[in-house]
């Protein structure tokens, strides 16, 4: 929680050798694969550098969820692989 809101926190390293502005897309599934929320963050990783974003959760219902996330860049490139079943709980 951050300052009583649920999040995810997400960090990025970015490779490149210039700072890279990118949107953190967190993708949330319930217990029958069906998407029921998606939340976003904006990360600004310096070159060789790492950045973290926090995604707000607060629109979930408690219960627990699994998530796909991925970073793109801010002119629609993929910055990142995507990370999928990470397990969430509210």
Known sequence: MLSGTPFL?????NPGQSQA????IVSVQNALGQTV???????TPTAGGSSTGFA????????SYTANVFVISTNGGSLSAP????AIHV
């Open 37 to 43: 929320y998606i939340t976003t963050a904006t990360i």
């Open 9 to 13: 926190s997400v960090t990025y390293n």
């Open 21 to 24: 502005t990118g949107i953190v």
């Open 83 to 86: 990370t999928t079943g990470v």
């Open 56 to 63: 707000d959760l607060a629109g979930l219902a408690s219960g």
